[in-house]
């Protein structure tokens, strides 16, 4: 089945800096989401976006339903330590969900 | 408190040894799916269940079998492990599949020599 392409697949950042990673694919999807999970624990659900153009925050996290439903980003402002982690972007059509193979966060304090 | 608890959490075996891994949802969410993750890959899908009796193939369900005799019980069976499925293993429960949003177990990581 098709991919989700996401980017970057690594980021060393210091604490406080602004983070943006994104994943695209050349199908269309109804739902987009974003998952963060923590070492040793399973994903855990960050936004969830379903409507083409929608742009939707949660604390410091804003994430965006690219227009043409093919993508979609993710941005963190202001990181701190415990933003340490893997981001997943995921997205759904009908019964198709995928995932992409995520973004390893680092923070440097 | 609202989970998804999966058994057991670490495990190592041998090929051909019959395991099971079990996974129960205290949320009476109706869609459960078991997935897989392996480094550059992502998480991948095995086998999923819209309800009772009611189980389907993922993405990758060669070497698996499930069963969904209860809403809240989804086990993922392995007749005879072999090394390639050694893996991270999710089960995730859902209250509307048709958002999207799944909660995870802690996962199971598994390893066949």
């Known amino acids: 089945g098709q991919q989700l392409n996401q980017s970057p697949q690594s980021m060393f950042i210091q604490e406080g800096e602004d983070v943006s990673m994104n994943c695209t694919s050349s199908s269309i999807f109804n739902t987009w989401l974003w998952y963060k999970q923590d070492p040793g624990e399973g994903p855990v659900l960050l936004i969830a976006?379903?409507?083409?153009?929608e742009l939707t925050s949660n604390g410091r996290l804003t994430a965006q339903f690219g227009i043409t439903r093919k993508d979609s980003f993710l941005n963190i402002s202001a990181s701190i330590p415990s933003d340490v982690g893997i981001y997943f972007c995921a997205a759904r059509f009908n019964n198709d969900m995928r995932f992409g193979a995520g973004t390893r966060l680092t923070v440097k304090p | 408190e609202a989970q998804v608890t999966q058994n057991p959490r670490y495990l190592i075996t041998v090929t051909g040894k019959k395991l099971t891994v079990t996974c129960s949802q205290n949320m009476n969410h109706e869609y459960m799916s078991w997935y897989r993750q392996d480094p550059g890959l992502g998480l991948r899908q095995i086998y999923y269940?819209?309800?009772?009796?009611?189980?389907d193939k993922g993405d990758v369900p060669e070497g698996y079998k499930v069963s969904r005799k209860e809403k809240r019980n989804f086990p993922l069976i392995l007749e005879s492990p072999s090394p390639n499925q050694t893996s991270l293993y999710f089960c995730?429960?859902?209250?509307?599949?048709?958002?999207?949003?799944?909660?995870f177990g802690e996962g199971s990581r598994l390893t066949v020599l």
């Open positions: 269940s819209m309800n009772v009796e009611v189980t």
């Open positions: 995730a429960s859902s209250w509307d599949y048709n958002t999207g949003e799944l909660f």
């Open positions: 976006l379903y409507k083409a153009g």
